[in-house]
């Protein structure tokens, strides 16, 4: 357990530019343990740039991600591993491995760690299957065969397996019809309730957003221009952030149109 | 007059991006090589990939080196009768397939048909983002996609030139006997009399080489793709486009280095 006053992920001055365009700027954001911190934006704002610096698969130009308070750019390789190791991520159109099937997929990591073996993994891969409501027979099936939302319950299911401290969700609910995409948020709600994980998700769904989060942030041109509870999202008194939940036209977000 | 002034500017631009691609690629494959004495091992990756290598481009190598056989039996026979000199059709054939185009043109056929699958199948993984996943569940992709379909090809492209050594002589031993007049008996002493196992064994290890560089194009190239489904129909171009031209530039090489006298 961390002091109260650790954030279990601190995100200090972070910046990533491609090229000449800055997509993330001077980024400061902490995520206490525990808790769900929601980030909205629109489209190419940087959302995911954001997750795939923390996550490691992109290197940030400059600034400092922490998990624990440890700066991962200070410590070795393989602790940086091991705590990478601790985050669960769910993808914005799921990544399955079509080369496998629905139960190899969601046992991935609990194999590669080589402490499990094939028949154990197995069986937890159809435990953790039935914690999103999906039948052990769907294990047998390949991703290609299965539906947009079995697609996501599999991988949230491959998100969890290995009980993270630490679940990132790009973009949950996208693609589905409200009813699904409220059923995958009360999977995510559930999920990351019973393994006490800390959580970011990332979204423009504003209904998912109230649902998943209890923070919320919003990023517009690389800078994070709100931060606050969730449930302020819809009253936020910020100009940006309310044009962008109620989906205004006019306001200070002017889109940049080609004529 | 600004475009006869940045020529130089632009040559040299062009010298550089391709010097880096070639120095990306080798260390791309250095590092996927590398993997091979690291454990894990993916044991169950490297077999299929390595059945898909020799066993299901067996028909079609197989097919190329029977017909170029007979092809350069008849080839051979119509240039030497001018010189009467036609009893050399076998050892002609016989050096011609084994040393040549057995390895180039195996070669050839699988970075059409393999080295086209590698890269569209790890194309589609990066840009669907399963390549990242793999990242997050612990596991290295150049170990887990790379390092397993370089020792396929290292190992099952010799299997694969072997194969074609053998079906490339039959062709021309078939179109010998069957309708140049040759005797099946002194064509076959004259075969076995000629072979030299040194040019079976480079054959091999052309063979090797050319089987490394298919893996290698068709991972490097499937590996960085990104901008969907155009830019993985890119990658597996470029994958065939740069396997074959590596080939013929290394056979070539390989030539120089192990036949030349």
Redesign the interface.
Known sequence: MLSADVPKIRVRGLRKAFGDKVVLDSIDLDVAEGTSMVVIGGSGSGKSVLL?CI???MKPDAGSIEIDGLNLADIDSAER?AA??A???L???G?????LTVWENVA??LM???RVSRADARAQAAAVLAQVGLAASVGDLSPAELSGGMQKRVGLA?AIASQPQILFFDEPTTGLDPIMGAVIDGLIVDCVKRLGSTAIAITHDMASAARIGDRAAMLFGGRLVWQGAADQLLDSGNPMVDQFTHGRRDGPIQMELRK | MNAVIDLPGALGRLVLVFLGAIGNTVLFGLNGLSHLVRPPFYGRLFWRSFIDFAYFSLPVVAMTAIFSGMVIALQSYTGFARYGATSAVANIVLISVVRELAPVLAGLMVAGRVGAAMAAELGTMRVTDQIDALRTLSTDPMKYLIAPRLLAGLLALPLLVLVADILGVMGGFIVATAKLGFSAHSYLTNSINFLQWNDVSLSLVKAAVFGLLVSLMGCYHGFHSRGGAQGVGAATTSAVVSASILILAFDYVLTEVFFAR
């Open positions: 795939k996550l490691g698969l591993e990478r190791g985050i669960g991520m993808f914005q159109n990544a399955l491995f079509d080369s991935f990591g590669a760690t080589g491959r």
